[in-house]
């Protein structure tokens, strides 16, 4: 009984929407950030390194350099501070998490672009 409750509650909460982006992934998540009675949207721009729960609990965290300081943050998907996730970039990678990128500075931290197919 209270199993079927959990699972109505965590539907209702879940996005309809979910943006399709992958590991390796370079992303702008707009973030809404509540100061007082205002609100705001924020990006964080960086790449996506791991993906991980599912359902409700589903999340994904994203890398980037700041003032030659790596900077990850991890955002649940269906959360309704995720205003929305733009791909920018797509790349070419062989792992499932990308936490080998935290040891690298610089170039080395950059990887293969994915070419998308044109339809003619």
């Known amino acids: 009984m209270s199993q079927e409750i959990l699972k109505k509650v965590a539907e209702s909460s879940?996005?309809?929407e979910i943006p399709q982006f992958e590991i390796g992934d370079t992303v702008d998540v707009h973030c809404l950030i509540l100061e007082g009675q205002k609100s705001r949207t924020q990006i964080f721009s960086g790449v996506v390194i791991a993906r991980a729960?599912?359902?409700v609990n589903e999340t994904f965290t994203v890398r980037r350099i700041v003032a030659g300081e790596g900077v990850e943050r991890k955002f649940p998907i269906h959360s309704p501070k995720v205003a929305k996730v733009?791909?920018?970039r797509s790349a070419v990678v062989r792992r499932a998490k990308l936490y080998y990128l935290r040891d690298r500075v610089g170039k080395?931290?950059?990887l293969k672009e994915r070419r998308t197919q044109t339809q003619n």
């Open 86 to 88: 733009e791909v920018k």
């Open 53 to 55: 729960g599912s359902g």
């Open 108 to 110: 080395a931290v950059r």
């Open 14 to 16: 879940l996005k309809s």
